[in-house]
């Protein structure tokens, strides 16, 4: 299980999302600065202990409705080869761990691996802030991926009903900056 440090990090994860995202292309934002405010979000464990895997829910408040974004993040203690450039999403100086890769997750081969492992129904999500506490509020209705079967992650988030949260999808919730609750499918399973 990962251990969750209570310490600093320079910059924080939400000053190097607020220049990373807008670059990105499914960004829909406008041309000004987001404002971003952390809304949710779990942490899956890397099964060798290498890898910090966190799936984080960022609200931008500058857009003139509000905009909920899933970004996954791999942390880790050295470069990441083999990856395109827009996969780093920055470098961080961690109190405990010293400098941590900060990658999107979707170019992470153990992220990838670990969300597969979840839509499958093999591994627990985990609360995002404390060590070792599993999160039931995230949900994966009907684990049904298999060998025939990729997945796709969503970067957007919408509202869902319940009709959304069909088998195969990865449901989980966020917070509005007005403090309104939503859920909203993460990710679901997709044919390859």
Do not use: C, N
Not at 24 to 51: I, K, M, N
Not at 160 to 170: H, I, K, M, T, V
Request: no cysteine.
């Amino acid at each position: 299980m990962a251990t969750i440090h209570r310490t600093t990090m320079t910059p924080t994860k939400l000053e190097l999302l607020t220049g990373w995202l807008p670059r990105q292309s499914w960004y829909v934002g406008g041309a000004g600065t987001p404002e971003l405010a952390r809304a949710g979000g779990f942490r899956l464990d890397d099964p060798e202990g290498a890898v910090g895997i966190e799936f984080t829910v960022v609200v931008d408040a500058a857009a003139q409705e509000p905009v909920a974004y899933l970004v996954p993040m791999a942390y880790r203690g050295a470069a990441l080869e083999g990856v395109p450039d827009e996969a780093l999403i920055g470098t961080s100086e961690h109190g405990v761990l010293g400098t941590r890769w900060i990658y999107d997750g979707v170019h992470d081969p153990v992220v990838m691996a670990q969300l597969g492992a979840l839509l499958r129904g093999e591994v627990v999500p985990q609360h995002q802030s404390r060590s070792d506490t599993p999160d039931p509020t995230v949900t994966v209705r009907d684990p049904g991926l298999d060998d025939g079967l990729g997945f796709q992650v969503h970067r957007v988030l919408r509202p869902a009903d319940a009709a959304q949260e069909s088998s195969g999808r990865l449901v989980a919730g966020w917070t509005w900056p007005d403090g309104t609750a939503a859920r909203g499918v993460l990710a679901a399973v997709a044919p390859r």
